[in-house]
């Protein structure tokens, strides 16, 4: 005498499928992470400013007493960059780049002298002496570290995986 158990799912093939086309779909319309990113990017910039370049290590470079004397004694560095802050911390501030696509984000900032700032410059002295530009240290404000990126690539996994993790609405 034989015994025979038969179990037949009509359903969760289908549910599954629905499931993975919908991450499927999520993974090509990425919007709604990559704004979430530039929120907290601006967050970041926000903080790099206010502490003085400090995030991910070292602040920014003091100015050197030859600078503070042609700033009439101003000893903030980066004295002219309300602008350069605002573009990085204010959505549509001017000079400001900001592209969110369904793939992926530009951002960053158009100012003028931001990329001296970020990278700094030699200085350039004529062959009597006379110094034309002078030397202008690196201070990073763009300054996103590791922790930065594995909390936005989980961000992205998250979006795209939801539908997975959403009831099925099959009967328990």
């Given amino acids: ?6 179990i037949t799912d009509y359903g969760t093939p289908q549910i599954v499928g629905l499931h993975f086309d919908q991450s499927g779909k999520n993974a090509n319309m990425l919007q709604e992470p990559m704004s979430k990113i530039v929120i907290d990017m601006m967050r970041i910039e926000h903080d790099v400013f206010k502490s003085g ?25 980066l004295r002219h960059t309300d602008a350069l802050y605002a573009s990085l911390t204010e959505p549509g ?10 793939y992926g984000l530009d951002f960053g900032t158009s100012r003028p002298w931001a990329f001296v700032h970020q990278y700094g410059s030699e200085g350039k002295v004529t062959p009597t002496g006379v110094t034309l530009r002078p030397d202008i240290p690196r201070r990073p404000f763009l300054k996103f570290i590791p922790s930065d990126y594995s909390r936005w690539n989980r961000w992205i996994a998250e979006y795209i995986t939801k539908s997975l993790k959403e009831p099925t609405g099959a009967p328990e």
């Fill in 93 to 102: 501030a001017p000079f400001q780049i900001l592209g969110i696509t369904k």
């Fill in 53 to 77: 370049g400090r995030r991910g290590g070292g602040s920014w470079k003091k100015l050197s007493p030859e600078t503070v004397r042609r700033k009439g004694g101003d000893t903030r560095i």
């Fill in 1 to 6: 005498m034989s015994m025979v158990f038969k």
